[in-house]
């Protein structure tokens, strides 16, 4: 006869060390992990204020695959996993383009030329901005234009309101994974969560060191326009429809989670959801669609049930290990392609802990590594292939009004967002936004044709899922007409980084339609002869006019000419590398490139920010839009322009040390485009700061929340990617003719070591150094080139033999 009381005291005594040691294991092991000693409460109540963030939700830790979102609050007798789907925008297509805009133009030109800035921007308001509601003032959860929101909240009730012990959550950022553990009535719970971009499904995995301990009700709810039901196979479906912004029914969709037990019982709790009892383990798989697709003008998806039935037969048919191996296989592939340490301290203090002590020392050297592979996981888990990009708060919103809508801002903040995209080896990421940029030609050709009576593409400050390339609602911001100049720089630096030629041949049209565009916009200056851009202001700042009055529409202002300078250029380039013949087209390209206006340096010494030497209203402005041609562009650099590089640099001291996230971000790396280390550090310890400001700010902003997010605020994801673009530009920089090696590397970093950082011309660099100086260096090439490799005074020439690293040991003294 069987014992099988002793059979079960033994397995028991097994699975607890197993747990114990598995516990020790991830304490020990805390390299590349964000991790605390207490949960985030599930129980607070979000505000209804759509413009403040919620101090618990920013203690939850984020997961994604490009396609969902959630943030776990890793809470233990109630669990809340508030859920995102990456398409889930109220709003629809709408035309707010107008067509009786063109008849002023030449007479808003003609008032600006003439010094007349206020008529010509009562003017401007009067008949250039969109015809429509716009963003609604960035509350466009109502108004056509849409808003990115909240899918809702997945609720996990454990039927207990028992005191806990040893609790311990991570998020392992090679893995992908958020754990959690504790011991509860002398039993040790585990839980595993992640979001599987193979399987395209949310894991959630509950085990316990007692059989048949797991008890728990499992809903789902959001704040408006749900309904849930339970189905046939005992999964907890909710489904809606949004607003369209027009008072009717817009986007369609529907999330499920379905439980798979083992052991146990479901019991179906009709309006209250399902609950399981009684289980050894448990597996909750997540899913959601929408009927979104990317397609204008219907962007609809009649066929978005069906593939939503498929992805959950196919994820539930699979068991859990090798759900979760399939995960770690496809998310460590890119996390581990770049490592990145400094010194030798460990990962031994709570993540809120180590800020917090950071803010006092300046010097955890833990801490960069670790913000820096955040930042790669947060693009990696909210960009992905046959994705959107990463809006103004990547893939993760918990309201129905989210600030500025979510939406994608094109006067920094998308660009921002893919900075690091490329040189951190995460270039496959970088492809929802080269997508979002194709899929607005249509539209912003129809804007180009209707609103200005031009051909080509245009493109404004703003644009949402639904085709939006129309002007804003006033003239001060929404007239930003560089935006598709900017945007289109990620093309080019797409082709620079993977040297894909087929990717070029492809987008070549899409460069050549946004430069026929400002082709016909450029006016003649009557003063200087030169071709200048507007109406158009530099993004969001404003002057003091000669008139008297404040003023942010001018011809000519420095970030539209430089832009549009960096497209040309790059159309051209293209076309050459493409080997094609020069036609009327290329010659008037040429002519037109050579005939801008550039950049100018003041009566101050500092670069001009508008064709004339005006007066700020904000000498200290969030925004640095006429040094882009220092960074991200390089038509300004120190090797062959050093009067404008010194320009750049006395107009960032003239704006200061202060701002909001993303100004942090985009200071670190202008100061280390200047070879500045211990300047960019200072700042990038300023935004690693901790903070607990949640509402809306335009300047004094900035700081880190206790889960790492960047806080602008309130949370903007812009700044932490723009962030470790700004470190990976200290410590590698390809932007001229050659590959500099540790060019801004901060005094405080003397030892360290970073693998797998991308160069531009497809190649990727590995380098070691200890007390401040290279001592190990080799480079490996996508394909055979000559590359010219710089290291302090050292210049050498490489050849790179394709797939095989290359020593650069010839670099070091």
Known sequence: MINRSRIIVTITFLFLLLAETTKGQMQLSRENKIWFDKPANALAVDTKNGWESDPEWLKALPIGNGILGAMVFGDVNRERIQLNEMTLWSGSFDEGDNPEAPNSLQKIRDLLFQGKYKEATELTNKTQITKGKGSGHGNGAKVPFGCFQTLGDLRLDFSTDGPYEDYYRELDLMKGIVYSTFVQNGVKFKREVFASHPDKAIIIRLTSSKAGSIHVLVNMDRPERFETNITADNGLRMFGTLDDGRGGNGMRYEAQVTPVLEGGKIIRKMGKGIEIKGANALTLVVTAKTNYKQQYPDYTNANFQQEHRDIIRAAVNRPYQVLKNRHIKDFSSFMERVIFQLGNQRNNLPTNILMANNHQSGNEQVLYPLYFQYGRYLLLSSSREGGLPANLQGIWANKIQTPWNGDYHTDINVQMNYWPAEVTNLSESHRPLLDLIASLVTPGSNTAKIQYGMRGWALHPITNVWGYTSPGESASWGMHIGAGAWIAQHIWEHYMFTQDKDFLKKAYSILKEASMFYLDWLATDPKTGLLVSGPSPSPENSFKAPD???????????????????????????????????????????????????????????????AEEFEEVEPAHRHLSHLFAFYPGNEITLARTPDLAKAVQKSLEKRGDDGVGWTYAWKIALWARLHRGDSALKLLNKQLRPTASVDTKYDSGGGTYYNMFDA??????????????????????????????????????????????????????DMKWSNGKLIKASAKAKKNTISIVKYGKQIISFKLTGGQKTDLGQLID
């Open 548 to 610: 008297g009055s404040v003023a942010q529409i001018s011809m000519g202002p420095s970030h539209d000419q430089q832009v549009i300078y960096n497209l040309f250029e790059n159309t051209l380039q293209s076309a050459k590398i493409l080997g094609l013949q020069q036609d009327a087209f290329l010659k008037n390209l040429q002519a037109s490139k050579d005939k801008l206006a550039r950049p100018k340096i003041g009566g101050d010494g500092r670069l001009m920010e508008w």
């Open 712 to 765: 602008c605020p309130p949370f903007q994801i812009d700044g932490n990617f723009g962030v470790i673009a700004g470190m990976a530009e200290m410590l590698l920089q390809s932007h001229e003719d050659f590959i500099e090696l540790l060019p801004a590397l901060p005094g405080h970093w003397k030892e360290g070591e970073i693998t797998g950082l991308m160069a531009r011309g497809a190649i990727e660099i």
